[in-house]
Structures are given as structure tokens and as C-alpha cells.
């Protein structure tokens, strides 16, 4: 199993970690890469893996964040024969938002959408209330409680076997406003962020679970690996 995009929670059962910021933070809310299994930085629109080397590639809250999200299905289903792909709905974006998200997803038909976004924040309002723990605080946890009630509705969790049936949608370039909008960065970047105590716990959980069940902890990275075209 490959995760692209692993950040600061790997899921419990990836086999190969794939990410691209190893020192800069910013698009994972401050908190550390985390790194307990074999990792590979590599940007995710050019994967350096041989073709169909994964039985399933996973990804949860990274097809948002990239410039050419079709880059990236492509090498999907080149790399592995299945997959799941999870992110923020069109609702939990504009709902939430986030400045470093270019895309607003949603499955139609059975057709995952990407409609590029035309302004970082939907309602900046909302968001600022969803990003303010004191607000949310203040607020006793109804919005917390709806939230998690209905996540179907703010979340995609899209599974696909052999082809991922895709549109990309891109708006012309002078309806897209150019302020506002955040990004990580190649390099040392920022501090790279702070390990906390539930992701120290997490990995613990994680290497305990992955040791009772993973056929093999050894990965042979140089195995998998291909040039980049």
C-alpha cells in the first residue's frame, strides 16, 4: 500500500510513505511530517515508482492542494491497481475553506470533479468561525457535533479499480482572484512544524498494528523505485 501525501497521519496501514514538504509545514496546520515507515519525497504529479507496483494507492486531504490534480490520477493508476482517494466535498469546502486548496470535489455519476476555485475562501465569514477554536469553544460544540453527524456530506471517499473515471474543470484565468492564496514551499521552508502527543501516540498504535498485521515491516524501496521520465 502506498500513501501519497501522508503528512502528519499516515494511515495505520501504508507500507510506503510518499510526500513532497518534508520541512514546511504550512499546508499540514503546523504539525510535523510524520516519519515511521519508508518514506520517498517526491512530488505527486510525477510519481518515481514502476508501473503497477502497488496492489492500492491511498490519499486523504492532497488532491485538493495540487496544481494539476490529473497529473496526479494518472499516475495513480499507473503506479497501483486500485485506490482510494478522500478529501473535503464541495460543501466542506466552502463550508470550512482553506486558502491552499485549489479545488472544489465532488462525484457526479460516479465521475470524481474537480472544479478549479475562484477565490481562496468561499465564505470568509464561516471559515474564520470554523478555524477559531475559541469560537468554537464559545460555541458549546454544536458545530463540532453537525459536523461529524453528517461528514457524507462534507467529506469525498472515492474507491476505483483499474481506471478512475475523471473531469477536471479549470475556469478562465480572469475570473480566478490572485490574492489571498497560501502554498507551501520546496526546501527548508519553515521550522517544520511540531510533534505532538496524539501523533507520538498514533505512531505507536501504529507501528504496534502494523507489526501484528503486515506480512513483512521490510520494504525494499530501491525495488519499487523508477526514473523519472
Known sequence: ????????????????????YLADDLERTGEALVVDRPLVAANAEALPFQDKTFDVVYSSH????????ERFLEECM???????????????EK?????????????????????????PIFDATLSSF????????????PLTRF?????????????????IPYQVIRIPPERRVQEGWIAARDGDGPAGGRVTAKQRV????????????????????????????
Open 202 to 229: 498514533y505512531s505507536a498504535l501504529s507501528r504496534a498494528t502494523r507489526r501484528l498485521h503486515s506480512r513483512s515491516l521490510f520494504v525494499d524501496i530501491l525495488t519499487l523505485l523508477a526514473c523519472i521520465r
Open 62 to 69: 492532497l488532491i485538493e492542494h495540487l496544481d494539476a490534480p
Open 1 to 20: 500500500v502506498l500513501e501519497v501525501g501522508s503528512g502528519r497521519k499516515p494511515m495505520i496501514r501504508s507500507d510506503v510513505l510518499c510526500e513532497r
Open 147 to 163: 459536523y461529524w453527524a453528517n461528514e457524507h456530506l462534507f467529506e469525498v471517499s472515492f474507491h476505483w479499480r483499474e481506471k
Open 130 to 141: 470554523c478555524h477559531d477554536g475559541e469560537q468554537r469553544r464559545r460555541d458549546g460544540g
Open 78 to 92: 499507473r503506479v497501483a491497481r486500485r485506490g482510494v482517494i478522500e478529501c473535503p466535498s464541495e460543501m466542506g
Open 95 to 119: 463550508f470550512i475553506g482553506w486558502a491552499f486548496h485549489k479545488w472544489f470535489v465532488r462525484v457526479e455519476d460516479g465521475v470524481l470533479t474537480l472544479v478549479e476555485k475562484d477565490r
